[in-house]
Every structure is written in structure tokens, then in C-alpha cells.
């Protein structure tokens, strides 16, 4: 099982920007999708964006033209370029890796690392 740490949270103001990155243990080439989910204060867990081994990106609609996910195939890592961010960006955002085209149940997560935006 690959371990994946994520890091780059924080506290910022509403406009800001963070990047997320997500080291994984091993070679996340062995990966197909890739994402980064955020579970806000008293909701569900809900996607952010995801990315495919080939580079194919999907974002929820809240974060299109803010976000950015990319991955370093070389460097074992997952980013995520948050711009112009919102109170409402603020929860705690994990990374997930699955051999599949999706990120299904057999996907290995991150232990979470926390983003607040303040107003």
C-alpha cells in the first residue's frame, strides 16, 4: 500500500492562494486517477478535482477556473494550485490514488491537511 502525506495547508485570507502537494511512498505512475477531495465543517466529503495518468482533469464546478490539479510522475507528487480562494474553500483536503480510471473504494487516501479562509 503507497502512503500519500499531503501538505501545504493553512490559514489565508479570502483571495488568497495555497498549494497543496501530496507525496506519495512510491511510484504514482502505477496510479491512473488521481484527486484531491475537501470535507468542510458539518458536511460530506466531496470532490475537488481529480487527474488521470494522461493528464485528463476533472474539477467540481465550485473550483473551475480557481484550482489547478497537476502530478509530477517523477517526483511522486500531486499538487494542487488553489487561487482566489473563499471562505467556503475552507476544510480539510485529502489526496487519493487509485489504479483505475475513477477513484473507487479500492483508492489509498491521505490523512487530510487542513485549509481555512477567512473573511
Known amino acids: 500500500q503507497v502512503q500519500l502525506v499531503e501538505s501545504g495547508g493553512g490559514l489565508v485570507q479570502a483571495g488568497g492562494s495555497l498549494r497543496l502537494s501530496c507525496a506519495a511512498s512510491?511510484?504514482?505512475?502505477?496510479?491512473?486517477?488521481m484527486g484531491w477531495y475537501r470535507r468542510a465543517p458539518g458536511k460530506e466529503r466531496e470532490l475537488v478535482a481529480t487527474?488521470?495518468?494522461?493528464?485528463?482533469?476533472n474539477y467540481a464546478n465550485s473550483v473551475k477556473g480557481r484550482f489547478t490539479i497537476t502530478r509530477d510522475n517523477a517526483k511522486n507528487t500531486l499538487y494542487l494550485q488553489m487561487n482566489g480562494l473563499k471562505p467556503e474553500d475552507t476544510g480539510v483536503y485529502y489526496c487519493?490514488?487509485?489504479?483505475?480510471?475513477?477513484?473507487?473504494?479500492?483508492?489509498?487516501w491521505g490523512q487530510g491537511t487542513q485549509v481555512t479562509v477567512s473573511s
Open positions: 487519493a490514488a487509485s489504479r483505475y480510471r475513477v477513484i473507487d473504494g479500492t483508492a489509498d
Open positions: 512510491g511510484n504514482i505512475f502505477s496510479f491512473n486517477a
Open positions: 487527474i488521470t495518468r494522461g493528464g485528463n482533469t
